[in-house]
């Protein structure tokens, strides 16, 4: 059975850190692109980035957070680390998987998702 648990969310201000945490069973998740998703109040899920071949990032986070991943242990661990959040990055976060390196940055490409975290940066 496939799982992805976040883990990481919280309060910060504006120009502070988080980092985030994506647990990952079920599968061997090293051939699979991981991605991170937000969605905010009344706005539809965005991509936010990704890993598989190589790292990318939204426009809108690059420079500022940086995904990374650890397939050492039997469960596999994607990480968000978030400097200088700003207010506008507030929204709930979601792990995703998809069983390709390949990375997209549509949703409906990826088959897994976690049940989210939330990241809430205060002015």
């Known amino acids: 059975q496939v799982q992805l648990v976040e883990s990481g969310g919280g309060l910060v201000q504006a120009g502070g850190s988080l980092r985030l945490s994506c647990a990952a069973s079920?599968?061997?998740?090293?051939?699979?692109?991981m991605g991170w998703f937000r969605q905010a109040p009344g706005k539809e899920r965005e991509w936010v980035a990704a890993?598989?071949?190589?790292?990318?990032?939204a426009d809108s986070v690059k420079g500022r957070f940086t995904i990374s991943r650890d397939n050492a242990k039997s469960t596999s661990t994607v990480y968000l680390q978030m400097n200088s959040l700003k207010p506008e990055d507030t929204a709930v976060y979601y792990c995703?998987?998809?069983?390709?390196?390949?990375?997209?940055?549509?949703?409906?490409?990826?088959?897994?998702w976690g049940q989210g975290t939330q990241v809430t940066v205060s002015s």
């Open positions: 079920g599968r061997t998740f090293s051939s699979y692109a």
């Open positions: 995703a998987a998809r069983s390709s390196l390949a990375v997209i940055t549509t949703p409906g490409q990826y088959a897994y």
């Open positions: 890993i598989g071949y190589g790292t990318y990032y």
